[in-house]
């Protein structure tokens, strides 16, 4: 039987079993636990420097509202912002939830820029997907949403100014990378997920990922302890997500199961291990694609981004962003 009280501060009943740690509770002490977590794990890799300017990428998940609330809380609101990027995937993103979190971060005073893939490219997720489908293309939404949302984030870190691009990745999509990368033997890869690892080139905005320790149930939790109202809506192609990946999740979930604390351990071994290569890593070995000028690695012609793209069929990518309004971060006086 659950005893009755609080493991840590044994005064409030526990109501919240904590399986890697084997402690139960209360749900004060549980939400104290994850924000230091994740002030630890943003200062022992140095994540945040005086002066930032950070963009947030925000999904509207649960995840980013954890993001959005513990860096709004320990850094200052004017120097962070946040781009929430439209996929265009039916019945998701909905315009409800969008409003629901741009309230809530100019609550806690950051300004959210909402654009969407077709803003960048000229075509949603869905036509993107559609058209490769059609063209017999074999490479996953997930490819397609993953490099775009990358690609969207980063360019809004350089136009406006941003040193470090934060995201809301948690524990259980990091060890999915991770194990990802090492059994495709992506060995530089598995460097480049390393919180020390410098950006591969300097047209890329260094990032960070101060969740990459809490565990997803516990953003979950999380969230619904604070009550936080988030987008729950699931994408409609979690089914089409590459088969790798989906067997490296479910596995990474039964074996945590069964033994509690396992992708904590993977992510904290890797992070040892790879600490001083990671560190030796250069930036600005790139190329750039001979389409949209964007870094590519050397050995090729086009990014990945202007590849797949070409591969679905679309040859009049438009790569920009109407409207744009410069916004200077600078006070008066530092100017
Ligand atoms: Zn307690
Ligand atoms: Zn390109």
């Not at 009280?5 to 549980?30: M, N, W």
């Not at 905005?205 to 604070?226: A, D, G, Q």
């Not at 949209?292 to 090729?300: A, D, F, L, M």
Request: aromatic share 8%; with cysteine.
């Amino acid at each position: 039987m659950v005893s009755a009280l609080c493991d840590v501060c044994k005064i409030r009943p526990a109501s919240i079993y904590q399986p890697h740690t084997g402690r139960k509770l209360c749900r004060e002490c549980f939400i104290k636990d994850i924000r230091s977590r994740i002030i630890n794990e943003i200062n022992k890799w140095k994540m945040i420097d005086p002066g930032d300017n950070i963009l947030l990428g925000l999904s509207g998940g649960k995840d980013s509202y954890v993001l959005l609330e513990v860096l709004s809380e320990i850094y200052k609101p004017s120097r962070l912002f946040a781009v929430s990027i439209v996929e265009g995937i039916p019945r998701y993103n909905r315009e409800e939830d969008i409003n629901r979190m741009k309230i809530f971060a100019k609550d806690r005073g950051v300004d959210v820029i909402v654009t969407s893939i077709r803003e960048y490219v000229g075509h949603s997720l869905y036509e993107i997907v559609e058209r490769a489908l059609k063209r017999g293309v074999g490479v996953s939404p997930c490819t397609y949403c993953g490099i775009l949302r990358r690609r969207i984030l980063n360019f809004y870190a350089r136009i406006y100014g941003a040193s470090k691009v934060a995201t809301a990745h948690n524990l259980d999509d990091e060890a999915q990378t991770a194990v990802v990368n090492i059994l495709r033997g992506d060995y530089v890869g598995l460097l480049r997920l390393h919180p020390l690892a410098p950006p591969a080139s300097k047209k890329l905005v260094r990032r960070i990922k101060p969740l990459r320790k809490i565990y997803e149930w516990e953003t979950t939790t999380y969230t619904y302890i604070k009550g936080f109202g988030f987008q729950e809506t699931e994408c409609m192609f979690i089914s089409m997500m590459p088969t790798l990946r989906a067997r490296v999740r479910e596995a990474l979930y039964e074996l945590e199961w069964k033994k509690p604390g396992s992708l904590l351990r993977i992510i904290e071994t890797l992070d040892m291990l790879l600490e001083n290569e990671a560190k030796r890593l250069t930036t600005g070995i790139l190329k750039n694609c001979r389409i949209c000028g964007e870094p590519t690695s050397p050995k090729r012609k086009l990014c990945k981004l202007c590849e797949l793209l070409r591969e679905a069929g679309i040859l009049e990518a438009v790569y920009q962003v109407p409207h744009l309004r410069v916004r200077s971060f600078y006070s008066e006086e530092e100017i």
